[in-house]
């Protein structure tokens, strides 16, 4: 409806709440408050001496474009991970821009946040043909909306953070990729020989740990005097540790490993991050293991063995460049629940049981 100020428009969005809109030659601006409210008329000043007002281009002033523009520059997204972590970041963030980028930050309360995580848990094809969305999705995108909308409780546009208040999303518990097993390892590797490329991939991530997107990358400048050395895509954190028997025999053994990469395509050239986990998808399905592994539980796998080792929390955050001791504890606790369950039926049974101890009697 109009109101008494000239191009100044109200109208009920799509929750109910009405919103007051600058609307001029077929673009409009969205105000953040309504006609005659406090700060209206400075706002309304503001935006119409604003050069470009109405370009398209602009975001709506306290919209989730707005924030996004801000966030961008921010601290906690310049300056936490690597390049290649912030790109993963912003396509999370920008395809919740694609759906909401218009709408208001304020509006949006604990239940909106639920809904819009609840419908990310639903897996679908996109526009290009690719399965997206499921619980996964789901909980990566909560992890990036919590620090946008932190940045948004620090301008104070809102007085408390959405996503903190509203309830983890997913039909069941999320447990994360599943670590390999010694019986996995050896069956992939009965399968695949040194001499592969297949077995050099795995040798490459089961003793070093890394990632799937820093496995590709790993060539002859990360080995230098027995020691790897490289620099971890995601976190930026910097890995120093000796180089196995076993990596070093893969290598030598392989007969085609690139000159910047180890790991090459048939063409010659280093692997993309998808194409490379296409790749040890089809090496795993040709040694018979389980659809649910996958290459990051090659990653948990070294962690696994170094607890069985009784490798101390510090000593496994070193070899795979964890940050906190939280990420590790689910491996050295497991290895101490059996370590006191081993010792406490020793105990019983040695006190309680029927039979005998030959030796003793």
Known sequence: MKTRYKNVYV??????????????????????????????????????????????NRPIPGSVADLLTRYYRSADFMAKGAPEDRHRRRLILESFRKDFGNDLVADFGFEHIEAILLARTEKRVNERGRMVGGQVAAVNLRKQLRRLFALARKLKWIDSNPVEEADKVGKTRLTGFVTWEEDHIELYQKRHPFGTKARLALEIILWTGQRRGDARLFGPKHVVNGMVQYQQGKTGTDVWLPASRDLLRAIHECPAVGIITYLVTDYGKPYSKDGFGNK???????????????????????????AQMRATEHEIMAVGGWKSASQIKVYTEAIARNDLAESAIAKIDGHYSTEKDPQSG
Not at 36 to 43: L, N
């Open 280 to 306: 040890m998808r089809q090496w795993c399905d040709e040694a018979d293991l389980p659809k649910e592994l996958a290459s990051h539980g090659l990653r948990k796998a070294i962690a696994r063995r170094m």
């Open 11 to 56: 109208s009920a969005d799509r929750h109910g709440k009405l919103r007051a809109r600058y609307r001029k030659a077929g673009k409009e601006v969205y105000l953040k408050a309504l006609p005659d409210q406090p700060g209206f008329e400075a706002e309304l000043k503001e935006v119409i001496g604003y050069q470009g007002a109405t370009s398209p």
